[in-house]
């Protein structure tokens, strides 16, 4: 009964050709494009810790006799790091920075006896 009128007909025949472009957009474009998107983040990810590695490693050094590292600055690599952080998330002043830079007392004594237990003393 629906297809016995031409409208019908043509009506099924412009429904079936627009599912067929678009499993045709949809196999021959959104793969591409979804690599694409992929390796673009991959570029982003290879950029941000190109810029990290160069920024520390001005402040690093290294001490092939012990084969410790060492910071050669300490004021000038925690200024390097907060504005490496802030380059990366788009904030243009630290006070994000200072807002989040919450660490108890009980941490930073439990640290140092780390730090003291790990160098001997």
Do not use: C, F
């Not at 290879?46 to 690093?60: C, F, G, L």
């Not at 790091?81 to 002043?93: D, F, N, P, V």
């Amino acid at each position: 009964m629906v297809l016995r009128s031409v409208k019908n007909w043509l009506t099924l025949l412009i429904l079936g050709l627009v599912v067929l472009a678009m499993l045709v957009a949809w196999a021959y474009v959104v793969p591409p494009l979804s690599d694409r998107l992929v390796k673009q983040k991959l570029v982003d990810a290879k950029n941000s810790a190109r810029v990290i590695s160069d920024t520390v490693s001005e402040w690093i050094g290294y001490n092939p006799a012990t084969g410790d590292l060492y910071v050669r600055y300490q004021d000038s690599m925690d200024r390097t790091i907060s504005s490496i952080a802030m380059r990366l998330s788009g904030h243009k002043t630290r006070s994000v920075l200072d807002r989040y830079d919450i660490v108890s007392g009980e941490d930073l004594r439990e640290a140092a006896r780390k730090l003291n237990i790990a160098a001997g003393r």
